[in-house]
Structure formats: C-alpha cells, structure tokens
C-alpha cells in the first residue's frame, strides 16, 4: 500500500518573517502538513502522525465516509478494543450514546477503521512533531506508529525491541494480519526461517506490537531539514 505524504512549508510564528529574522535571532517555526492515507473497503490499521489542536476522531478524520464507518481504539491498559465509534452522516463519529465522540487519537497511536463504503482517501492535516518524541509500548499487545510522518524502520529507529517481540502489519488485500516477525536478541527482526527482514511502516500505517517482557518508551528525535 503506497502512502502519499506532503509536508508543507509552515507559517513562521515569528511576525514579517524574513526580515523579522533578519533583525532577531528569536523565532519560532511551526512546519504544517497533510498525509493522504489510502483506505480499503473493509478494515484498516491507520494512525495518525500529525499533531492537532485537541486530536480527536471528529478533528483528526472528518471525513466525510460511509454512513456506519466504525473506529476501534485499542485500550492497553484492559487489552481490549474500547467501544467502537460510529460514523453516521450528518453527525460525524458518535458513540455508542448517540453523543459527539470524545475518542483521540494522538500521534504513534494506531486504530482500526471499518469502511462501511468503497475505497476512499483520508486526509489528515496537522502540525508535525519536531524534537524528542516518546511512544509508550505497554506490556501485551499495543497498536502503534510513529509520532512522526516518515517510513520508519523498528530495526533502525532506536525502537526498544526485547527478545520474542513480535511485529505485524495489517493487510487489506486479504483482510488479515501480516505474518508476524520475531525480535531475538544477536539476529533482530526476523520471520519464521529466522531470515531477517524489514519493518518499515508506511506513513499513515500503525502496527501491532505484542510485547511479552516489560513495558518500555520509545524516544526518538526528529527535525525537518
């Protein structure tokens, strides 16, 4: 599955720009982008790299979608799916009260969503997370993603892979689960032939993560250049 990504040069918070900077060395600059995130009929593990004003589902994925477009949002905490939102037309993502949905998701978190319609493209825009980052990968499962919108490589990203950790994608051509990747300590992620491979994660992808050992936070930096 290819994932378009755009980054787009961002306002400088700094007043007059150019020549603002050119009488102060005092600046900030915020880099603002979209992601353009392919969905299949059926079920797809997405997530969302993009930093919004409050990240939750109504800001994140507007849509508009199919009428009865579920969300799952995986709770770590219980290992369980949490309730599934709705999307009904003319209201948005709901719960299962009928009232707006106060589901996140926030950046290096991956969710499931059901379109109940054709094959679309999400567009999520959002303010992209520049410096150290961390996403929490609790004990047990967890659906993840980088906080960041790049190809990200858990063999490569200082990912805090431990022995037995395994790694699956989600494929929507034959609605299931990749076939999982093993992390052993001395040869990395490898398959069921212990040949090693790769998990790059494309942009606008979560994963899941079954952890067996304990919890760990996986820090990283990132700047656009």
Known sequence: ?????????????????????AQSNVYSLNVVGYINV???AGYNLIANQLNGTNNLINTVLPGPFADSSLLYKWNASIQNFAQADQYLNGLGWVDNSFATSTTTINPGEGVFLF??????????????????T???????Y????SAAP???DLGT???PASDS????????????????????TGLGWVDGSFTAQSTATPVGQGYLIFNPNAAADFTRTFTVQ
């Not at 961390?134 to 047990?140: C, L, P």
């Open 150 to 152: 790049i190809l990200d």
């Open 38 to 40: 392919p969905i299949a």
């Open 142 to 145: 967890s659906f993840l993603s």
């Open 157 to 159: 990203n200082g990912f």
């Open 165 to 184: 950790m395994t790694y699956q994608t989600f494929n929507t051509t034959i609605h299931n689960y990749s076939q999982a990747l093993q992390y052993l």
């Open 1 to 21: 599955m290819r994932t378009k990504t755009i980054l787009l040069t961002a306002a400088l918070v700094a007043a007059g720009a150019l020549s603002s900077m």
């Open 134 to 140: 961390t996403v929490h990968v609790s004990m047990g």
């Open 115 to 132: 379109n109940a319609g054709t094959a679309t493209t999400a567009t999520l825009v959002g303010q992209v997370q520049q410096g150290a």
